[in-house]
């Protein structure tokens, strides 16, 4: 779905500039964070965009 | 004292068209700036901005996105006229089963010129435009050699038919775009379009990790941070996909953006 793969991206960013790391890494975490707790990366993108999640926080 | 400019609606303004002296005006210098684009340097997506962006300044209009295919044959939102996220749902929905995906499909432009009307057959994207405080909509596909490579949507806030002449000049303006594709194409001596259309999709990739990095750092809103990266690289006269992939390696820091010059 195009629209979630947005959100995906925009988290990543989100995450790269939370944790000062590539935007690789930063999409690796996003993934890892989605399969360590079950959920989508979809879910968890939303929830980085809705700032409801902040991986500094989860560190 | 009641706070009501809270409740004041965010609209464009301009409900009397402009004259017609100044439209032709203003399109023409559409055509120039899109045209200016295409020197040395070029980029697709700057283009296709340039091109929403245009629309929704000269054409009674309220919004605009526009829409190329990827591999898979599906329509995805490169450039729009607002990046908050209401519009590129529409848009979305839109491709899935709407006026943007009759148009690509059939070739031809689709106008809407009631979108409550269209309810059962487009349920998902009427209420969703509507919601929004759309009313109508005009599709125009964007054909390249007889092949249809997307689709320019213009979005109204008033019931009824998007004039003539409005739908003429979208239709010259999207033309524009799509030689400005196949130009790009020859630049690059490559030999399929869909390559030149996956470039723009990627771009897609690095604007909007820059716009999640701006809005980190800066604590504002998808659109905000994507103001601000065009902002940036209109004064330092760079595309809007050096500035992301700058952001992206860490060449252009994200938290430097607002005060460099």
Redesign the interface.
């Known amino acids: 779905?195009?629209?979630t793969r947005?959100e995906v991206?925009?988290?990543?960013?989100?995450?790269?500039?939370?944790l000062d790391v590539s935007?690789t890494d930063a999409f690796y975490r996003l993934r890892m964070h989605a399969f360590s707790t079950g959920r989508s990366i979809q879910s968890v993108a939303a929830g980085v965009?809705a700032r409801t999640l902040d991986f500094r926080e989860l560190e | 004292m009641t706070d009501n400019e809270t409740t004041t609606v965010e609209q464009h303004d301009e409900s009397s068209p402009v004259s017609d002296t100044s439209r032709e005006m203003l399109l023409s210098a559409a055509f120039v700036k899109l045209a200016d684009t295409l020197v040395d340097d070029f980029d697709i997506v700057d283009l296709l901005q340039t091109l929403v962006e245009e629309c929704k300044r000269i054409l009674n209009i309220e919004a605009a996105g526009l829409m190329l295919t990827n591999q898979n044959e599906q329509l995805e939102l490169v450039a729009s006229t607002s990046e908050q996220a209401d519009l590129v749902e529409i848009m979305q929905i839109n491709a899935g089963a709407g006026p943007c995906v009759d148009a690509y499909t059939s070739g031809d432009p689709i106008a809407v010129p009631d979108i409550a009307a269209e309810s059962t057959r487009w349920p998902a994207f009427s209420t969703a435009a509507l919601n929004q405080g759309f009313q109508s909509v005009y599709a125009t596909p964007m054909k390249l050699r007889g092949r249809v490579i997307g689709t320019l949507n213009l979005l109204g806030t008033t019931i009824g038919a998007v004039a003539e002449r409005d739908a003429s000049a979208a239709r010259a303006l999207a033309d524009a775009a799509t030689i400005a594709i196949l130009q790009e194409r020859l630049l690059r001596e490559t030999t399929i379009v869909t390559e030149q259309l996956n470039h723009a999709l990627e771009s897609r990739i690095f604007i909007e990790q820059a716009k999640g990095a701006l809005a980190q750092t800066y604590s504002v809103s998808m659109n905000e941070a994507f103001q601000l990266l065009r902002d940036y690289a209109r004064r330092n006269n760079l595309r809007l996909q050096v500035v992301a992939a700058g952001i992206a390696d860490r060449s252009i820091a994200a938290s430097e953006l607002t005060t460099l010059a």
């Open positions: 779905m195009p629209e947005r991206q925009q988290a990543t960013g989100m995450i790269f500039a939370q935007a965009i």
